[in-house]
């Protein structure tokens, strides 16, 4: 599904990314834990193919293809989709008509063709309530005045919608409660299948209780320092980074 080879890269002249080798299987659920500053975001963002970020060395391939020539759109037909930390607002779109422009954007890149306007408003509604998402919220702009567990619940609507091969999810878990974090839980668990694959991104254990992760990496200065299963999130939990960052435990 996801193979990344000894990628750096960095921006306005600082290197975030130092060498992370990674390889994800169709199937497989992996999260990336660490501090803050270690550059998970960056990670999710060079996937994603946001500019800003220089390239330096390494590749990515994504379902057998280099991800690197291709455009964030591109990147979105062929089954990517980023959840980000922090969504952008956009004040002259409803949140629907930019569900709707997400789908049939990609669909008509696949040559599908747009999707039936009943077809969609029945999906919508069904993913809507599954996530505790109001009409109201369809037609407000989007994100716009959104709490922050509002924004995280309309990227796994927008994930859910677009069903992606490959979810990456960063901090969806922050400013959420415990009862938002199950209904996003939920909703990421119902996607999971042998076909689709997800790179879930967290500072905290919590989460993985919810989403229980095949694989757990830990991250520091834009490396993979350490590689385990979902034992290595809970001994995170117990004794922090500390023991990767080479810094005495607080
Ligand atoms: P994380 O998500 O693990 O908290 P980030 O990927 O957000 O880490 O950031 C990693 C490092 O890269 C941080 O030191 C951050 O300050 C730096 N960084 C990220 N984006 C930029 C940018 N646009 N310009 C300069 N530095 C950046
Ligand atoms: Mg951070
Ligand atoms: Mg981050």
Do not use: W
């Not at 989403?211 to 809970?234: C, E, F, N, R, W």
Request: with cysteine; net charge negative; hydrophobic share 40%.
């Amino acid at each position: 599904m996801l193979e990344i080879k000894n990628l750096h890269a960095e921006v306005e002249g600082n290197k975030i990314l130092n060498g992370i080798n990674l390889t994800i299987n169709a199937g497989e659920i992996h999260a990336i834990m660490g501090p803050n500053g270690s550059g998970k975001s960056t990670l999710s963002y060079v996937l994603a193919g946001k500019d800003d970020y220089e390239i330096t060395q390494g590749e990515i391939l994504f379902r057998g293809e280099n991800v690197l020539e291709m455009d964030p759109e591109e990147r979105a037909a062929l089954g990517m989709f980023l959840a980000m930390q922090y969504p952008i607002e956009i004040p002259g779109v409803s949140n629907m008509t930019f569900l709707k422009t997400a789908l049939n954007a990609q669909r008509i890149a696949r040559e599908e063709g747009e999707i039936k306007t009943p077809d969609f408003i029945k999906k919508i509604k069904d993913l809507s309530a599954k996530l505790n998402i109001s009409q109201e919220m369809l037609r407000r702009p989007l994100n716009v005045g959104f709490s922050g567990g509002e924004k995280k619940r309309n990227e796994i609507l927008q994930m859910a919608l677009l069903e992606p091969k490959l979810c990456i999810l960063d901090e969806t878990d922050s400013g959420l409660d415990i009862d938002a974090l199950r209904v996003v839980s939920d909703g990421v668990n119902a996607l999971r299948s042998p076909e689709r694959s997800m790179l879930i991104i967290t500072h905290y254990q919590r989460l993985l209780d919810y989403i229980v992760p095949d694989v757990v990496h830990v991250m520091y200065k834009g490396q993979i320092v350490k590689t385990g299963d979902k034992d290595l999130a809970l001994e995170l939990e117990e004794k922090g980074y500390a023991e990767y960052t080479g810094e005495a435990a607080a």
